[in-house]
């Protein structure tokens, strides 16, 4: 495979050998497809070049909270490379896209190299745990409108497009409310005309003006994620 057929950051930055040794294997994402299930052994790494999935905490009582999303600059399993076996949370698709898996054995040799795929591992890893510290801050600081507009913006960025299919009661699972609250806080978007809501279909009508109502944390992590991938690396081409 040639790297730069590649729409995910990390595949895009690999030399073919080391693609080769991944042994990767395309995946289609239809909705809700389990790339991890709690307590279950992670088996594979998951790269997605296009479409979304989420990272689920599921409780007792079977409801379940956002806690983090994936798109093209992510890889899914990743913590299997530093000592994980079995898997705390759950990771499905959210907006069906395409990808490819690589089973954990082959990342793990890849890995232990100690070369580019290591490094990149690491770096996105770090990327990770800075997304989920900015997470937190913004589910305890900001109101469920400006969270929602928030998240809208992230899909839109990872599915590559205006318009995706969501119900009220997914966002208000990922966003930790209920569905009056998504229907509140969706309307006042619409009434905005910065969205079109209609059979479960979002359509972002106006993308500046909805990122003006969304919180800050939407810009801090896109400028974050893009510094991933364009930092110094100590690898030369």
């Not at 907006?95 to 996105?124: M, T, V």
């Not at 990770?128 to 109101?143: E, G, M, P, R």
């Not at 507009?149 to 009661?169: E, M, N, P, Q, Y």
Request: hydrophobic share 40%; proline share 3%; with cysteine.
């Amino acid at each position: 495979m040639n790297r730069k057929q590649f729409k995910n950051t990390l595949l895009n930055e690999l030399e073919p050998e080391s693609i080769n040794r991944l042994r990767l294997s395309p995946v289609q994402f239809e909705l809700k497809h389990d790339m991890q299930i709690p307590h279950k052994a992670i088996t594979h790494l998951y790269f997605v070049e296009s479409g979304m999935a989420s990272m689920t905490s599921t409780f007792e009582d079977g409801s379940q909270v956002e806690v983090g999303t994936f798109g093209f600059e992510s890889v899914i399993g990743i913590s299997a490379l530093m000592g994980t076996k079995k898997a705390l949370n759950r990771v499905y698709t959210q907006i069906p896209g395409h990808g490819y898996s690589c089973p954990i054995d082959a990342a793990r040799k890849e890995f232990n190299l100690a070369g580019k795929f290591q490094w990149l591992a690491l770096r996105y890893v770090q990327a990770q745990l800075d997304q989920a510290t900015q997470s937190i801050a913004c589910n305890a600081k900001h109101k469920f409108q400006q969270r929602l507009a928030r998240w809208l913006l992230i899909c839109s960025d990872r599915a590559g497009s205006d318009t995706f299919k969501i119900s009220h009661s997914l966002l208000a699972d990922m966003l930790g409310g209920t569905r009056a609250t998504v229907t509140l806080a969706a309307g006042a978007l619409k009434r905005k005309n910065l969205i079109r809501y209609q059979r479960g279909v979002i359509t972002i009508l106006d993308h500046a003006k909805l990122q003006k109502n969304a919180c800050e944390c939407y810009q801090i992590v896109k400028d974050h994620v893009k510094n991933f991938y364009e930092f110094e690396a100590p690898f030369t081409e």
